[in-house]
Nanobody, 114 residues
Framework: VQLQASGGGLVQPGGSLRLSCVVS????????MSWYRQAPGKEREWVAR???????DYADSVKGRFTISRNNARNTVYLQMNSLKPEDTAVYYC?????????WGQGTQVTVSS
């Protein structure tokens, strides 16, 4: 399976970005889809997940600011990021999980800076 993330860029603090992750097969095939991020010099951390039925979970650091969603018809998962902070700067990755197997996409850089 191939995952293609896009939508990153440079944004000022308080701004918004929407990331997209297009999957090469039906996302209904997966138990859930997740977004992770990795800041320079830090370990990769989980950001959000969405299950097939639409249930979502968020890391405390992004709760209330980020929204994960999915479009099954387009095999795409989104991450809407609002009220961005400099500490949100990282490479963002999407991940597809099916049982004990998982697949990662390439990352997309998000930089929050004035």
């Amino acid at each position: 399976v191939q995952l293609q993330a896009s939508g990153g860029g440079l944004v000022q603090p308080g701004g918004s970005l929407r990331l997209s992750c297009v999957v090469s097969e039906s996302i209904r095939n997966f138990n859930y889809m997740s977004w992770y991020r990795q800041a320079p010099g830090k370990e990769r951390e989980w950001v959000a997940r969405i299950y097939g039925g639409g249930t979502t979970d968020y890391a405390d650091s992004v709760k209330g600011r980020f929204t994960i969603s999915r479009n099954n018809a387009r095999n795409t998962v989104y991450l809407q990021m609002n009220s961005l902070k400099p500490e949100d700067t990282a490479v963002y990755y999407c991940k597809a999980i099916k049982g004990i197997a998982s697949s990662w996409g390439q990352g997309t850089q998000v930089t929050v800076s004035s």
